[in-house]
């Protein structure tokens, strides 16, 4: 079997066999909360006979490893189960906030990533200027900040003082396409000033590293320009540390989004996620963190495996 191939269908078993771990991880974290859950949902009103009876529907008196592999089973075939708030399918209530959670990360990409890498090649281009000193120091200053604080100022300035953009994300379904990206334009650029400093500090520290090997010099002396050297020889040479530092950031923006959707009320997977702790609702909580787990998983899978392609040479570290 080729080398590439081999490593592949390693990392997916190891991914898939984190993933096991993770989900018993989650299921465990949740038997673990302390409290009956359907004393909590019934209230304290409810008498024991409609306890037990509630228990026995909700499979409550099963012992925990059944439940857990129904639960299992259950996730394998697409079925999470319904919604102990409302009995709801899960899949229903998670395939709109999903969507809409993905919308989000992939504009705040759309926008953080070509942004990142450009702020990262001009600040190794103008090495130790002026430009390469306010530009560390700006991207340093908006992620030092949490990204509540971020997204508070970004509301006071473009939203209570200049009116530009709403300070509530309220989309759905049959919002338009250009309204959708104007409503979710401030939680989109609370993650992009989040992540940028990351990205574009990588991409500046790989090319800076790569400027002192013997074919860049040589790169110079044949009279190329110092952009041409940067662009065309050095920035292609530097893309296995920035893929893997972009897929991270990535995988931040989708699993990350928890604060950001509750201060803007965008309707996403982490919204979703902070309404079912407030209910108790622990079958959609384990729904939403498996899935943000096999998002991080299968992103950190992807940027190993497209590290490895861009530089073969990973394959064999001695």
């Known amino acids: 079997m080729h080398p590439i191939l081999r490593m592949v269908f390693q990392r997916l078993g190891l991914g898939l066999l984190t993933l096991f771990v993770v989900s018993v991880i989650i299921f465990s974290a949740v038997e ?42 259950g996730v394998l075939q697409g079925d999470f189960g319904k919604s102990l708030a409302n009995q709801r399918e899960i899949s229903e209530l998670i395939g709109s906030r999903l969507g809409n959670t993905l919308f989000l990360a992939a504009f705040a990409a759309v926008i953080a990533v070509p942004l990142a890498i450009a702020l990262g090649v001009l600040a190794a281009l103008y090495r130790n200027s002026l430009f390469d000193r306010a530009i560390n120091v700006s991207t340093l200053t908006s992620i030092s900040f949490p990204e509540f604080f971020v997204a508070y100022i970004l509301i006071l300035f473009l939203s209570v003082q200049l009116g530009w953009f709403p300070p509530i994300s309220n989309v ?27 990205m574009m500090r990588m991409t500046r520290a790989a090319i800076i590293n790569l400027l002192a090997s013997p074919y860049i010099e040589m790169a110079h002396l044949k009279g190329l320009s110092k952009s041409r050297v940067i662009v065309k020889h050095a920035l292609p040479n530097a893309l296995a540390p920035i893929i893997n530092v972009i897929a991270l950031n ?62 073969p040479r990973l394959l064999h570290p001695r």
């Not at 759905?172 to 990351?198: N, Q």
């Open 32 to 73: 673990l909360l302390p409290g009956d859950l359907a004393q909590e949902i019934l209230g304290q009103a409810a008498t024991e006979e409609t306890v037990a009876a509630f228990r026995r529907e909700l499979g409550l008196d099963q012992p925990a490893f059944t439940r857990y592999f129904s639960w299992l089973g």
């Open 172 to 198: 759905d379904a049959g919002t338009p396409f250009l309204e959708r990206m104007y409503k979710s334009f401030l939680p989109a650029l609370t993650l992009t000033l989040v992540v940028i400093a990351h």
């Open 250 to 311: 990535l995988a931040y923006l989708i699993v990350g989004v928890v604060v950001v959707e509750v201060v803007f009320v965008y309707p996403g997977l982490g919204q979703l996620l902070v309404d079912s702790v407030a209910k108790r609702d622990i079958t959609v909580v384990q729904a939403a963190c498996l899935i943000f787990a096999a998002t991080y998983i299968l992103l950190n899978l992807t940027a190993d495996i497209l590290s490895i392609l861009s530089n």
